[in-house]
């Protein structure tokens, strides 16, 4: 009897552990279920660049958040409600960036705070902007480590009065847009506002601002890339870097159809970078320096078919307004479309920019001219186009001393300097009132007296 109920122990143990796996499994199944029911509902650090959360729409108005397990945290009408949500539920000081991705067609009621160390992922997304906010789209203030990642966002700029579409604000650092299009943002597509740095706006489609510019940048930024995006159709300037910014680099990007400047530096910047754009058919200049710009170079930029309008006034690339030191280097700035439209291809305005080099470009067919040169000290050398034949050229001119070089205006002499040849030979036509002498080397050929050497 003793032993009966012993294996009766044992049966009843067997069973009880039996159950406890079952219930067990059933649990595992569940959640392996709900894993593959989304890709994206697998718990954060599962796999690489999972999401913390997705935040989806019903399309029909209805807007909600999952967590990593696929489990819904947060639900409302208002996605900006719902993103919000998202975002203070986020660790601060995270050891990784968090993703939040974003799927489907999303009207936001307000701006949006994007929070440090965060990835927003608008692969699969649509974003656009309600009647009435008059404000950015997604605000970072003093943000670190935030990229912003594909989709579209739509300002509906006629229907506001205020607000660019990505703003990085004070001391900003370390972010990125890539591969957003950007359009009807009623001011700035992107906008770097005070003392904001290593931000990167890449590979981006920006288009059609109502009252602003593809990307402006002001007040002591630096150390920005803005590289490989297409600009077109702003009502300001394509790309407008402004007030003691320095040492940013603006390459590969297509700049057309802006209602000012392709590109322009000014207010105080230096050592910028501009090279290697396709800056053409913008109403006003291809690529300006204006007002105290100092150390930048600008190379192998193609610059064609500016002052589309005709308006006689602007040249492809100009520097004026005590803009000096720069480089004019390797660029291409020309009219391709059989109709003269820029004045010149380099305009160096004033003759208070100082010392800026013009070497090495293609400058034909501009309706005025190859080069202006208005400035003190401006160095030309070997530009196509700009040699025409039987001139010569002075490249500093009114300067002790100053150089003979093969391209260039007619010369100016002037008594008392000292000229030096560099180049080939020249032959120097002299004619009009007395010449008292002529100095080559030390040694005197001609005085008014009649000396001949």
């Known amino acids: 009897m003793k032993l009966q109920i012993k294996v009766h122990r044992k049966i009843l143990l067997a ?70 949500s998202v975002f203070n539920a986020l660790p601060n000081n995270p050891t990784s960036q968090q993703i939040v991705k974003f799927e489907g067609y999303f009207v936001l009621s307000r701006t949006i705070d994007v929070p440090n160390d965060t990835v927003i992922d608008l692969s699969d997304a649509y974003i656009s902007l309600a009647n009435g906010v008059n404000g950015d789209i997604f605000y970072m203030n003093n943000a670190h480590c935030v990229d912003l990642i594909k989709g579209t966002i739509n300002g509906n700029g006629a229907n506001q009065n205020a607000g660019s579409g990505i703003d990085f604000f004070r001391h900003s650092h370390d972010c990125s847009v890539i591969g957003t299009k950007m359009l009807n943002i009623w001011g700035d597509c992107v906008l770097l506002n005070c003392y904001d740095y290593d931000i990167r706006v890449e590979d981006c489609n920006l288009s059609s601002s109502v009252q602003g510019s593809g990307i402006y940048e002001l007040t002591g930024g630096n150390n920005n890339l803005f590289s490989g995006n297409c600009i077109t159709n702003s009502a300001q300037n394509g790309i407008a870097i402004s007030t003691t910014c320095w040492g940013d680099d603006v390459e590969n990007n297509y700049v057309a159809h802006n209602s000012w400047a392709g590109i322009i530096v000014y207010s105080g910047c230096s050592k910028e970078i501009i090279t290697n754009n396709r800056v053409m058919d913008n109403i006003k200049e291809g690529i300006i320096l204006n007002s105290n710009v100092a150390s930048c170079t600008v190379s192998d930029n193609l610059c064609e078919d500016n002052d589309y309008n005709n308006q006689n006034f602007y040249a492809g690339l100009v520097c004026t307004s005590a803009s000096s030191y720069n ?24 003759a208070d920019c100082l010392s800026n080099t013009i070497i090495d470009n293609v400058l034909y067919n501009n309706k005025d001219g190859a080069i202006h040169d208005n400035g003190t000290r401006t160095r030309i050398y070997s530009n196509a186009g700009y040699n025409p034949l039987g001139k010569l050229a002075n490249c500093w001119v009114c300067q002790s001393p100053s150089y003979l070089v093969d391209s260039g205006g007619n010369i100016t002499f002037n008594s008392g300097y000292t000229y030096n040849n560099e180049g080939s030979p020249k032959i120097v036509y002299i004619s009009g009132d007395t010449v008292s002498s002529i100095i080559v080397d030390v040694v005197t050929l001609y005085t008014s007296a009649g000396n001949h050497g």
């Open 327 to 350: 480089t004019f280097e390797g660029n291409v700035a020309d009219t391709t479309t059989g109709t003269s439209r820029q004045t010149y291809g380099v305009n160096i305005n004033t």
């Open 15 to 84: 069973i009880i552990c039996i159950a406890i796996l079952a219930f067990a499994s059933g649990v595992f199944y569940g959640r392996a279920q709900s894993s593959l029911s989304n890709v994206f509902t697998i718990a954060a650090g599962a796999y690489r660049d999972a999401p913390s959360y997705t935040i989806c729409t019903d399309g029909q108005g209805n807007y909600y958040a999952k967590d990593a397990y696929g489990s819904v945290d947060f639900a409302s009408t208002d996605a900006a409600n719902v993103i919000n």
